[in-house]
Structure formats: structure tokens, C-alpha cells
């Protein structure tokens, strides 16, 4: 367990609770990595820590970020340098409007989608760089990096998810008119790959359409596949549609297993309301469902599902309660 | 006027018949570019008539892609090129919600912004290429080029923008905790820019979390600066959330007026709906409104915004009208 930041801690700790209730036996060992750490030592992920956290089944992570650190330090350094190192390439982002809860959108219809971003590669890879700083002629590249390889386990992923729903459709977002070859390499992937999946229908959306889908007609998305940034991007959009990234939970996976999963709420460090027990944990929680599962207790992840469902139905949408208040409410209902 | 593919030909009559109305003098040359151009000659933009386009003071753009064209094809050499010919580098997009418009939001509030989008570099730069094509070792990259002269320049013109505007508020949209180089560029000159206009105020927002405030709280945004792509994905959103695409109207600026500047609007040729006089011609109308503000009919200008105003206002939501009908009206609301 990483609590991070600003509410981090907070969110973790209920969600903890609803975890110990449903796996009493679970061992948990609490990392202490973010802002405070790096004011205190100058580290962001020591080679140590790192070692250690290989060893665990699955890691749940609250949240990274704070005012106090200059911006991308503890994002580039902790959080995705976790999600490269342990190589989580599915970042998995279900996004589901729950009955009960308020979308912005007039008339959101049913909407229960799941997005495959990609989580190692694109333009996260972290390559380019500055020509001719501080002059009037300086140049920022940055190179999104795109191979056949990384692409290929994701889309086969995201193939096998939607052959296993009921739906069994999955739409690629790309920008392919724009940008050619790595347009050009997601689309002949995925051709490829839905040959071996005829069940599956297929199909595509540039990403700026797709953001007009997700708040006109979300109820067509089924499973998306996508790069790592326009899904970094959808899925925002996707989690506000869908009630807020207060209810947004995903998977940081590394689909061979050969690295243990990160899970994490999709919500940041929201430093604005931290440290008052006001913060929705149950993105968090949600999050620990997806870890249950892709730990192969799908009975105890169904039975969070259930009760965070309930809940959502039954609590009052206007003050839904402290975080603790939440937390509780979720602890005694998986118990039930 | 470049009529172009799809529901290009019938919007831009229609824009053009109310044109006519407030400028009945305007000298107009009719290009024959698009998909029905490429499959006769192979020609996507000839040097000629990009030689004879630059003589003119302005271009009326219809909508290009079509069905039978492999994608990109028309995009890249038809429309990118002559943005990118003619040095187009602020994408102006204003987003305004008009009184009697439904919005797929429940409670969208009074929303009116404008998108300041970078219109010649970026992930647009056509940097980029495959390595070991149709291998397993394949590698597509692309390129974000970014430089301080393309920034400053569509910066300054944000400015520029928010200084003239009641709110005088300014957001920055990028995505700097990932994209390190380009995003240190643009904060930097943002901070720069913003020294020379102490009355604007200046905010920033990540990409992802912008898609977010879009469609909780659309009415905080006042003027918008943002790279190519990250313009291109919110601009569709913007327009989504303002009552649709069918309203969308843009600017191609060279704000140098060295070269024309192009008008069009946001949506696409829709094929679907094409030669059917369904298409709404409304945001072709309200592209001229932004070719006429721009050569400084500002008089005109705001006749053909505010026809278009009252008509959003009293038509009938559900069954606006075929686009010759819209056209009509709008052509009597400005000359009465
Ligand atoms: C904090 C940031 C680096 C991260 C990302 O861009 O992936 C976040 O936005 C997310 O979606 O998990
Ligand atoms: C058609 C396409 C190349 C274009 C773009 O990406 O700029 C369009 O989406 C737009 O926004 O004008």
C-alpha cells in the first residue's frame, strides 16, 4: 500500500477496511513514498523500495501529487516510474454510471464501458527533450514512441475483454488521419488482431469525435482501446460522465504477471480538500475490487461491486457522508 | 470558396447566400478541390491553385474527407496543407452556448469562450516514421515539434484576445507533468506573455482534468491556449457541449496577413447525411461572421451573429429545417 498524497491516505485507509473485511487474512505493508518522503530525503523510488514492492501480489496506490513539489516531479517520478518499472502496459479504466448516480449529462443513457489504455508507451515514453533553451529560437520535441510489440499485448487484451462481455464490441480512438504511422500501426494491429476474435465487431473513432460520443451517446462504447495519452484523456472525460472521479477506479496491469499490478483511483491528490475526511472513497474502494479480481477472488470483487452499487443507489446524492462515514457504510454492507 | 466533399457543398450555398446579403459586392472564385478532384486527377492541392488562393483575401471552406478516399489522404494534402502553406497558426474556435440551444449537459450555465489553438506545429508537424514495417519489431514514432517562435506568437494573440473580453481570463491546457519539454516551453512563455498583460488572469488546467471541467463547469473558461492536437480533441468538446458540431464555426488565421486566413466550420463532410439538405448550415454561417470580423466588416460581422442568435433562439428545436430552409432564414433575418 502506497497512501501518497494529499487525500491518498485518507481513501486508503477505507478502503482498507472494506479489503480486511472481505480478506481478513490480507498482508499489508505500508510504503511511505510522495511529497512528505522527497521534502524529507530527496527520493522519489529508491531501487530498494522497488525491490521490495516486486515481491508483493498487488499494490494499492491513493494518490500522488502536491503543491508544495514542483509539478511533474512526483507524477513522472514515482507514478509512472512505478507503472514503467513494473511494466503495467493494460492500464484498465472500467467506467460504469451506476444507478442512483448523477451524470452531468441530461440524458446519459446506460452507460457501461471499459477503457484499454495503453501504459507504458506513446507520448509517456519520456523521449525528447529541449534545443537552444531560454532563446527565441528554443524547440520542445516530444516523441511518442509506439512499437508493434507494446501495441500488440494491449489490443489482445482488449480483444479478449470484449469477447467476454455481452456487447463483445471494441472501438479503437486514435487520430490516424493526423497522425500517420503510429495511426497506421495501432489500425493494422488491430485488423490483425480481430481475426483471431471474428465474434468481436470493431470499430473506430478519432479521438476528438470520440469526446463528442462520450457526452452525446456514451452508451455506445463497449471496450475502447487506446494510446497511452488519448486514454489518459478519454478516461477523465469517461469518469465525469459516469459520476466524477470520485467513483473512477483502475488497474495499472502487467497482464504477464511477471510484475505485481498497481491499483489506484483514477482522482488525484485533490490538496484542496485533503486531510477533512471529505473525499469520496470510493473510487478507492472500486480499486480494490479490480485488484481482488485480477488476483482471481472474484467472489470478494463482486461483492464490493455489490455493495459499492448499493450504496450508490441508496445514499444521499447531495451529502453522501465523510469519508470515513462512506468507508463505514461499505465495510459493514460487504460484510453483510 | 472551396465547396469540398460531403455536406461541404450545401453548407457553404447557404453561407455564401447570406453573404451575399451583407457584402451583396463580395467577388467570389468557386475551387474544385476534394475527393471528386483526387479521384479524376490525383491532384489534392495543385501549386497553382495554391498560388492563386494566396491572391485572395480570404478562403471559405466547406468540409473535406471523404469514404472513398483512404483516410488522412484528403486530411494531410488537402486540409493540413493549406493550413500549413499558408502559416495558419491561430486556430480561433469560440464556444458560446446561444439562448434556446439545448446542450447534452444537464445545467450547462451561460458558456462563452474562445479556443486559441496552435495551428502549425505540435503532434501536426508530420514528424515521425515507421522502423521495420510489417515486422514484429515495428517502431512508429511521431514528433511533437514545438518552438518558442510558434508559441509566442499564438500566445500573444490569447492575450491579445482576453485582454478585449469582460472576464479577461486566461487557461492554459497542456499536459505538463508528462510532456516535460514542450510543457516547460509553453508554461514558460505563458509566464512571459502574461508580464506585458497584468489585467489577465491566467490559469492552467491538464488536458485530461480540462475534458472534466468542460462538462461540469463549462461557464469558467474565458479564453483557451492550447497546442494543435490538445486544441483539435477539446474544440470538438466545446463544440458538444454548445449544442454541436452543427454550430461549430472556426478561423484559420494567419494573424500576419500574409496569407488569406480560412474560415470553416468545425464539423466534418459527413457523408452520411450528404446531398440530402439535412445538413445544419449554421456553423458555416457563423464561419463567415468570423471571415468578415477578420477583414474588419465587424458591422457585418455582428449582423450575421446576431441573426443567427435570434434564429437559434425561435426555431424549433426538434425540426430546425433543411438546410436550405436555415439558410433562407438567416438570409432574411440579416437583410431585414
Ligand atoms: C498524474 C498523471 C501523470 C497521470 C497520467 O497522466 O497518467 C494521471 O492523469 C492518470 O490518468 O493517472
Ligand atoms: C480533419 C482533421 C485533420 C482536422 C484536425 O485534426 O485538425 C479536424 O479534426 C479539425 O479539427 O479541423
Redesign the interface.
Known amino acids: 500500500m502506497i497512501p501518497g498524497d494529499g487525500i491518498g491516505p485518507e481513501v486508503v485507509t477505507e478502503a482498507l477496511k472494506v479489503l480486511t473485511e472481505v480478506v481478513p487474512n490480507a498482508e499489508i505493508t505500508k510504503y511511505d513514498l510522495g511529497a512528505s518522503r522527497w521534502h524529507a530525503t530527496g527520493e522519489l523510488l529508491p531501487e530498494s523500495v522497488l525491490n521490495e514492492l516486486r515481491q508483493h501480489d498487488a499494490i494499492l496506490l491513493g494518490a500522488v501529487g502536491d503543491p508544495s513539489v514542483p509539478?511533474?516531479i512526483l507524477?513522472?517520478g514515482l507514478l509512472?516510474r512505478l507503472r514503467f518499472e513494473l511494466d503495467h502496459h493494460v492500464n484498465l479504466r472500467p467506467g460504469r454510471l451506476y444507478p442512483g448516480v448523477r451524470?452531468?449529462?441530461?440524458?446519459p443513457g446506460e452507460v457501461d464501458m471499459v477503457v484499454v489504455r495503453e501504459g507504458t508507451e506513446g507520448?509517456?515514453a519520456g523521449n525528447?527533450?529541449?534545443l537552444r533553451k531560454d532563446?527565441?529560437?528554443?524547440?520542445?520535441?516530444?516523441?511518442?514512441?509506439?512499437?508493434?510489440?507494446g501495441i500488440?499485448r494491449v489490443v489482445a487484451d482488449a480483444f479478449a475483454r470484449a469477447e467476454r462481455r455481452p456487447r463483445k464490441h471494441l472501438t479503437l480512438v486514435h487520430?490516424?488521419?493526423?497522425?500517420?504511422?503510429?495511426?497506421?500501426?495501432w489500425s493494422r494491429i488491430v485488423e490483425e488482431e480481430s481475426l483471431k476474435h471474428p465474434d468481436v465487431t470493431v470499430a473506430y473513432s478519432h479521438?476528438?469525435?470520440a469526446?463528442?460520443h462520450l457526452?452525446?451517446d456514451p452508451g455506445r462504447f463497449d471496450v475502447i482501446v487506446t494510446d497511452n495519452?488519448f486514454g489518459?484523456?478519454?478516461?477523465?472525460?469517461v469518469?465525469?460522465?459516469t459520476g466524477?472521479?470520485g467513483l473512477a477506479a483502475s488497474g495499472n496491469l502487467d497482464i504477464t504477471r511477471r510484475n505485481p499490478s498497481m491499483f489506484e483511483p483514477v482522482h488525484g491528490s485533490a490538496p484542496d480538500i485533503a486531510g477533512q475526511n471529505l473525499a469520496d472513497p470510493t473510487a478507492a474502494v472500486l480499486s480494490v475490487a479490480l485488484l481482488l479480481d485480477h488476483l482471481g477472488e472474484k467472489e470478494a470483487a463482486r461483492r464490493i461491486e455489490a455493495s459499492v452499487a448499493f450504496d450508490l443507489a441508496t445514499r444521499d446524492q447531495n451529502s453522501p457522508g465523510s469519508t470515513q462515514a462512506i468507508g463505514d457504510r461499505l465495510a459493514a454492507l460487504v460484510s453483510s
Open positions: 509539478s511533474g507524477e513522472r509512472l451524470s452531468p449529462l441530461a440524458a507520448p509517456y525528447g527533450g529541449l532563446t527565441e529560437q528554443e524547440i520542445a520535441t516530444e516523441v511518442s514512441v509506439n512499437t508493434a510489440f500488440r487520430k490516424t488521419n493526423v497522425l500517420e504511422h503510429a495511426g497506421s500501426l479521438v476528438d469525435a469526446t463528442i457526452v452525446t495519452l489518459d484523456i478519454i478516461t477523465d472525460l469518469a465525469a460522465v466524477g472521479i
